[in-house]
Each structure stands twice: as C-alpha cells, then as structure tokens.
C-alpha cells in the first residue's frame, strides 16, 4: 500500500513537473514569437507618419543601438533635443530615457517616440490607421502576430509588447572585460587592465556613479545601490543657468535642484555610442574624460560659463589629475567594454524579407 | 411559471423606473469660439488649428445656493464622451472633428443661478494605461505620455504674426507607472459661471491668449514662457479665469 502511495505521489510529481517545464517552454516559445514581432516592428519604417522612421533608424545595432549622430532626427526630417540612448541590457535600468524616472515600463516607453508631438518623432497615426499602414510593409504581419498571440489582430498594446520584449533580448555581455572576468586573462592588455585599475581608483571615482555590472548604477558611501539616480555634471553654467532647451529631470519633477540632472547611462559598447552626453555635445571620449578630470566644462558649445560652478552640480563630480598615459590607459579600457559579437548577431539585426516571405 | 403576482410586480417596477426617468430633462450646454466679441468660423482672422477641453464634474446651482451634480446624457452614445467626462473640439470647419460642441446634461427641472465644471481629467483616471482606457480617453494624440497623463487642455492658435500653443496638464508628477502617481501641480481649473440660465451657450474669448509674446507656448515645462498667461486666463494663479464667459 505505502509503496503504492509512494509511486503514485511520484507520477503526480513527475507529471506535475512536465505540465509545468510544458508550460514553461510554451510560455517561452510565445516570448520568442513576441520579440520575433518585435524584431519587425523595430524594423519598420511604417510606424511612422512619412514611412521613412523606424525605430531602428535612432537605434543602430552597428552603434549598440545608438545612431552616432549628435541628435536624432524625426520622421519630418527635423532634428530633436537629445542625443539617442543605446539599447541593451535594458532590465539594469529602473526607468528608460534620459530624464524621466516616470517611464519605468519599455512597453509605454515606446508610446513617446511614437505619438510625442513636443518634440514631434515618429508622429504615428491613431490605431486604425496604424494597423491599415502596417498591411503594406515588406514584412507580413499576419503569422507573426499570430504566432505572438494566437490571431492576427493589430492592436497598439500589441505593438508597444512586442516593441518591448525585442528590446528585452538586447543582451550585451560578451566583451573582452567580461572575458577577462570570466578567466580569459589574455583578454585584455597591459594598458586596459592599467585603466580598469584607474577606472576602479577612489582616485577617479567613475565607479560611483557607474557602478555594476552594467556601469549605470550609482553608489552611496556604503556601496549600496541606488535607484533611479541622475546627475548634473555641470556642463553648463551660463548667465540663465543651464540652456533652457533640455533642462533634463527638473522638466518632470519641477524641483528647482533637479535642473540640468541626466541619467548616468552604461558604459558598455561605449566606444560605438559616441557622441556623448545627453545633448550629443561631446565628440570624443577624450574629451568625456578632459571633461570629468576638470570637474566640469568651460565654455562648452560655445555656451559661456563655467559648468564646474553650476550649484546643481554632483559633489560625485569633484575632478581629478591625470597624465596623458593614464588618459589612455583608461580608454583601452573603455574600449575593453565593446561587445562585438553583440552588434553582429543577426538575432538582432534587420529582419531578411525573403526568409519571411518563405514563411507565407 | 409566470404568475400574475410577478407580471404585476415586473410592471410595477417599469413604470417605477421610468417615472425616475422622466424626473430628469435633458439640457443642452453649447460652447464656441469669440475672438474679440466676435464669433470665430473659418474666415476669422483668428486661425484655430486645434482647440479641445476634457471637461468632468459638472453642476447647477440651485437658488438656494445649492450646487447640484449634473449627469451627461449619452442616448446618441458618442465616442466623444461618457456620464461623467467629455471631450470638446471647438476649432471651427474641421474635417476630422475629435470631440463635441456641447454637452447634454440631465437636469433636474427647477430654475438655476450658476453652472461651474472642471476642464481636465479626474485624477483617478489621468494615470491609468492608456492603451486600456475606454472612450474619450483612448485618444493617443491627447495621451501626454511622457507625464503619464493628459492633456486637458490643447490650444493651437494662431493670429497674423503671432501663434499660441499650450498642452494644459497636470506637471511635476513622481511615481511608477501602474502604481500611484502624484503631481505637484494639478493644473485642473474650475470655471465657474454665476447668473447661468438653462439653455445658455459658453463662449470662449480668445483675444487674450495673444499677449507680447511673439510664439506664447507652454508644453508643461518649467522654462516654457506661455505658461503664465494660460495658467493666469484659467484661473489657476489668485485670480478668477477671464476666458469663459456666458453667452445671449
């Protein structure tokens, strides 16, 4: 009888177990076919109003999904405020964009450069509209939406899911730093581990304010994490104060102290994201490092004033003295941090019209 | 079975509900456009690119002083609106209009002495996931997402040389997405109308939108210029509004 018991509770165990590794697979198989939709749609230049901007367009996989300009332009042909953030290993970030710890879901995210008309992106039509324009594109929606959700119908949170969990599989972490940390020692040269020395330096202190595994996270004293962080890094510092066309979070918290605060993007692929800062104001990472040693800019894009005096300004930005040598050191180091493997996957990349079209 | 007990019953509770019903008449309350005392059609001077309100809470005043909830009638079941919200489009000769002219209200029948409502989104539902909201609030254009909100107010406008344009909504907002989200500033004026009579239309006189400033905008940012004159002309600084008015 107990032996009976027993191997009976072991068949509803080992049944329950492949319900469940079923489930997990299905429910793993549907998120796949959600980023594969996703894939499409980042791809698509019909979201927008003039069928000429994807998303991919501001989001580069060969620039880890930046786009190398100084800002990104719109559907219109116009160019924006700031300078396009690149994209991956987004779970690392409480919120998305440069300013704005409201936007802590991707998939809403994806409603700004969408809909956004202060300043206008994509312009995308309502819904209806939307889903008619989306019948024309190369890539045939039907059996993606299909496999992603069971029908094909086009809805806008089908969209803004999709657009997120494509997002979701950016996955970075293949660098030579990383090999190095996982054994490899010939992964790095002499003079990137002399610069991951420096970088890791209290001397320097970058580590505080991109920390982690991903360099995006800052540090209290007590080297414990903290969320949602941005910093003025003191840029500006003119007559008016910081240049009132970005203002960064104080726009959306309208806390006086928050003027000219930016979020402390990673570091990793940093030598394919240039230019830098949240206005695209710095072409090289040189110049990001004169910046950070001096403890502020001067005069930066002809903006006069003394950045290194603005109030606002991180007492995490305090300067520091560095050699021409060391200078270098730490941007073989920087460059230690690309992942190049990451932006040749072609999981990643544009999907091909003729292998979708086998699938019809 | 059917008896006759409950046939009777079953009568007795419709004529019941629709004697409730008829306690009610409906009233319609107009809006438009006046530019200075004039009223705005598509050969005015004044050119009105967009120009919607969201507007909720509603109510008369009674002549005791008593203010009285009112109901919007939704028989036509507009897309524009539902019982407790509408929207308003009132830039004339439009091809794609998005929102209404006037509301219905369902009023009580007696004799009133004010009207007042609120133009903007109740705070319950101006955080809520957009792509779930129901009519007329599922419009993306109308959507201010990187607030997380609405735009209550959408003004674009434009005179000789001169153009105004201002997303009215609640700013200075912290929280999560889903969770609870609040604003330093509401930015949800009540305008209020006193010696209202049913049946009188609102006019909105937009001379006063123009001021010194060339380009007057204010997209709920702290830097933006506008902001002062549209805060001031509703009624959100000490002052009462200066825009709404009743009309003959």
Redesign the interface.
């Known amino acids: 009888m107990r032996r009976f018991a027993l191997s009976f509770a072991l068949c509803l165990g080992l049944l329950a177990l492949s319900v469940w590794s079923w489930n997990k697979q299905q429910s793993g198989q549907e998120q796949q076919a959600l980023a594969e939709l996703g894939r499409h749609l980042f791809y698509d230049k019909r979201l927008s109003a003039n069928n000429n901007l994807a998303c991919s367009d501001c989001h580069q996989q060969a620039y880890a999904f930046a786009d190398s300009r100084r800002l990104s332009f719109n559907t219109h042909g116009k160019a924006g405020r700031r300078n396009s953030l690149a994209l991956f290993n987004l779970a690392s970030y409480d919120s998305f964009t440069w300013a704005n710890p409201l936007q802590t879901e991707l998939a809403f995210q994806a409603l700004i450069p969408l809909f956004s008309d202060d300043p206008v992106e994509m312009a995308a039509s309502e819904i209806d509209v939307l889903a008619q324009n989306l019948t024309l594109s190369q890539y045939d929606y039907a059996p993606l939406f299909n496999a992603a959700f069971g029908d094909t119908e086009i809805s806008l949170t089908r969209i803004t899911a999709a657009l997120a969990a494509f997002q979701m599989t950016l996955q970075s972490y293949n660098s030579p730093y990383d090999q190095y940390l996982a054994g490899n020692k010939q992964a790095l040269s002499d003079e990137a581990i002399a610069g991951m020395v420096l970088f890791e330096s209290e001397r320097l202190g970058c580590r505080r304010c991109h920390g982690g595994m991903n360099f995006n996270q800052t540090l209290d004293a007590q080297g414990r994490v903290q969320l949602n962080e941005f910093h003025n890094t003191g840029l500006y510092y003119s007559d008016m104060g910081y240049p009132e066309s970005d203002l960064g979070l104080y726009e959306v918290s309208f806390e006086q102290s928050d003027n000219g605060k930016f979020r402390a993007p990673s570091l990793r692929n940093v030598t394919l994201t240039a230019p830098y800062m949240h206005d695209g104001s710095m072409a090289h990472l040189a110049q990001v490092i004169g910046h950070y040693s001096r403890g502020g800019s001067l005069n930066l894009k002809g903006v006069q004033g003394d950045g290194r005096l603005n109030p606002n300004k991180s007492e995490l930005v305090s300067g520091f003295g560095l050699t021409e040598q060391e200078k270098n050191q730490l941007i073989a180091f920087l460059a230690a941090l690309t992942d190049s493997k990451f932006i040749q996957n072609p999981r990643f990349s544009a999907p091909n019209e003729q292998a979708n079209a086998k699938l019809r | 079975m059917v008896t006759m007990k409950q046939m009777m019953l079953v009568i007795a509770c419709l004529w019941l509900f629709g004697c409730a019903e008829s306690k009610t008449e409906t009233v319609i309350l107009p809006f438009s456009l006046n530019f200075e005392g004039q009223e705005v059609t598509c050969s005015s001077a004044l050119q009105v690119n967009a120009l919607t309100l969201y507007i909720h809470d509603l109510a008369l005043q009674e002549l005791s002083g008593q203010w009285q909830k009112v109901e919007l009638d939704n028989a036509l079941n507009s897309p524009w609106q539902n019982e407790s919200i509408a929207l308003l489009d009132l830039a004339p000769c439009q091809t794609n209009q998005m929102g209404l002219t006037s509301v219905v209200m369902k009023v009580k029948p007696g004799q009133y002495r004010g009207v007042r409502f609120r133009i903007g989104v109740p705070e319950a539902l101006n955080h809520q ?4 909201a129901r009519a007329p609030l599922d ?3 109308l ?1 201010w ?4 909100g609405y735009k209550f107010a959408y003004f674009d406008l434009a005179w000789r040389e001169q153009t105004v344009k201002h ?1 009215l909504g609640s ?8 969770d609870d ?1 609040q604003c ?2 509401q930015n949800r004026p009540e305008i209020v109308l006193p010696s209202y009579q049913l049946g009188q239309p609102i006019k909105l006189e937009l001379r006063q939108f123009f001021t010194e400033l060339p380009h007057a905008r204010c ?1 709920g ?3 933006d210029k506008g902001c002062d004159t549209l805060f001031n002309l509703l009624g959100l600084q000490d002052a009462p509004q200066r825009i709404f008015r009743l009309g003959a």
């Open positions: 996931d957009p792509q779930l419009i993306n254009q959507q997402h990187w607030t997380v997303h700013s200075g907002c912290v929280g999560n997405i889903g989200i330093k500033y997209f940012k702290p830097q």
